[in-house]
């Protein structure tokens, strides 16, 4: 069974940063990307930053480009996600990814940690 154990959320000022781990384990499948999608109460769930397991490529969604930075341990198949210069729009609860490339519907998730921005 596949688990996703994402730690790292809190609450921190505007500015200020936090640092989100999901490390992923019960699968035998190495081609796969990980990352994190954001959720607010009335709005879709959105895509956040990911990395792919083969060849380290990365995303980021244009609001927070330049902000935040996603790195992975493929050792630990552990994804981490630098969230520097905090704004109250990142409120949301953070949920860890990991989908097979290529393969659709092979895609789990972790529970989600709440990160709180205040002004």
């Known amino acids: 069974e596949v688990q996703l154990q994402a730690s790292g959320g809190g609450l921190v000022q505007a500015g200020g940063s936090l640092r989100l781990s999901c490390a992923a384990s019960g699968f035998s499948f190495d081609d796969y990307v990980i990352g994190w999608f954001r959720q607010v109460p009335g709005k879709e769930r959105e895509a956040v930053s990911c990395?792919?397991?083969?060849?380290?490529?990365?995303y980021y969604a244009t609001s927070v480009k330049g902000r935040f930075t996603i790195s992975s341990d493929n050792v630990k198949n552990t994804a981490y996600l630098q969230m520097n210069n905090l704004e109250p729009e990142d409120t949301a609860v953070y949920y860890c990814?990991?989908?097979?490339?290529?393969?659709?519907?092979?895609?789990?998730w972790g529970q989600g940690t709440l990160v709180t921005v205040s002004s």
């Open positions: 990395i792919s397991r083969l060849d380290d490529s990365t």
């Open positions: 990814n990991v989908r097979q490339i290529g393969v659709p519907g092979q895609n789990y």
